[in-house]
């Protein structure tokens, strides 16, 4: 199963941005979600989880603006990226666990945070 991260774009900093990860399976039988991000050149970076019943990991460096939630009944999970800096410009990608183990990622979804 799929993927696919979508809502990106350019946003100043400070401001906001709300990622949506959706697949054509139902995204409620997928048992954990994650989300990384990947500056061209440089490894990607985990960000967090959130597995099908609804517990949430974030990583510790985006712990404090980012969140991570999910609405069944729209087959989506978001990420939450608030107090954005042009550091957290990068690539976003969602996938599910098993998949970002076996290293098989869709499209992601670009954020460009300007100064």
């Known amino acids: 199963v799929q993927l696919q991260a979508s809502g990106g774009g350019l946003v100043q900093t400070g401001g906001s941005l709300r990622l949506s990860c959706t697949t054509s399976?139902?995204?409620?039988?997928?048992?954990?979600v994650v989300w990384y991000r990947q500056v061209p050149g440089y490894r990607r970076e985990l960000l967090g989880t959130?597995?099908?019943?609804?517990?949430?990991r974030l990583e510790e460096a985006v712990k404090d603006r980012f969140t991570i939630s999910r609405d069944n009944a729209k087959n989506t999970v978001y990420l939450q990226l608030n107090n954005l800096r042009p550091e957290d410009t990068a690539i976003y990608y969602c996938?599910?666990?098993?998949?970002?183990?076996?290293?098989?990622w869709g499209q992601g979804t670009l954020v460009t945070v300007s100064s």
């Open positions: 959130i597995t099908a019943a609804g517990v949430i």
């Open positions: 996938n599910s666990l098993v998949g970002a183990l076996r290293n098989t």
């Open positions: 399976g139902n995204i409620a039988n997928i048992n954990a």
